[in-house]
């Protein structure tokens, strides 16, 4: 009878204090890449084909829209913008924009065959479980063509990019 209450007591005993609670609880912290400050994803199949969209003939629309650096500024600016947009603000909140940056440069660049290959994920994988509605994307098309006309990039052009992108729409639109 005397055991009962001992046992009892044992079982409330502090656990010993070199338990990796970080383990316990399936949490992990992620660490920026020291090279990149990007943070790691989940493998995947690297391609062009992930930028979903054909490139541009000849280096007409490259010139349009400034070179690499133009197409870098208007692909920054574009995420820049979007984050300080109290429309969708929050769907960025917590996203790793070093890595936003580069692909999206990367995916217009490839695009508009301005000399870069795309190493992104594809529309679908990228914006999974983010539950982008469509005047989310309205909004984001608003900043891009924002972005576009601070960088000098003529108006037919910007058309031409926005025409290449629409497609996308029917695998990053959720609901
Ligand atoms: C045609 C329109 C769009 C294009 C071309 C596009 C392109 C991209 C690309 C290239 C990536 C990176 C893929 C990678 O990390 O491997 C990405 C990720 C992302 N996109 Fe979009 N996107 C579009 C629309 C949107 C919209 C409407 C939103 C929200 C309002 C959005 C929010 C995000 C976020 C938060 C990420 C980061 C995902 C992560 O951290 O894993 N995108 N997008």
């Not at 409330?12 to 090279?35: M, S, Y």
Request: some cysteine.
């Amino acid at each position: 009878m005397i055991l009962l209450p001992l046992a009892l007591l044992a079982l409330q005993e502090a656990p010993p204090a070199n338990v990796d609670w970080d383990k316990e609880f399936g949490t992990e912290e992620r660490v920026r890449d020291p090279v990149t400050g990007e943070f790691p994803v989940d493998p995947y199949v690297q391609g062009n084909d992930n930028a979903e969209a054909r490139q541009f003939e000849g280096n007409e629309m490259a010139a349009n829209f400034g070179g690499k650096d133009g197409i870098r500024r208007i692909a920054e600016r574009t995420v820049d913008l979007s984050r300080e947009d109290p429309r969708i603000a929050g769907i960025f909140v917590a996203h790793d924009m070093a890595r936003l940056k580069r692909t999206l440069f990367e995916q217009f660049c490839f695009i508009l065959n301005a000399g870069c290959d795309y190493t992104g994920r594809d529309m679908a994988t990228a914006h999974a479980g983010m539950g982008v509605r469509k005047r989310d994307m309205n909004a984001l098309v608003e900043n891009l063509q924002q972005a576009m006309r601070e960088g000098n990039v003529p108006f037919a052009a910007q058309n031409r990019l926005l025409a290449k992108l629409a497609p996308m729409s029917k695998e990053i639109i959720a609901r």
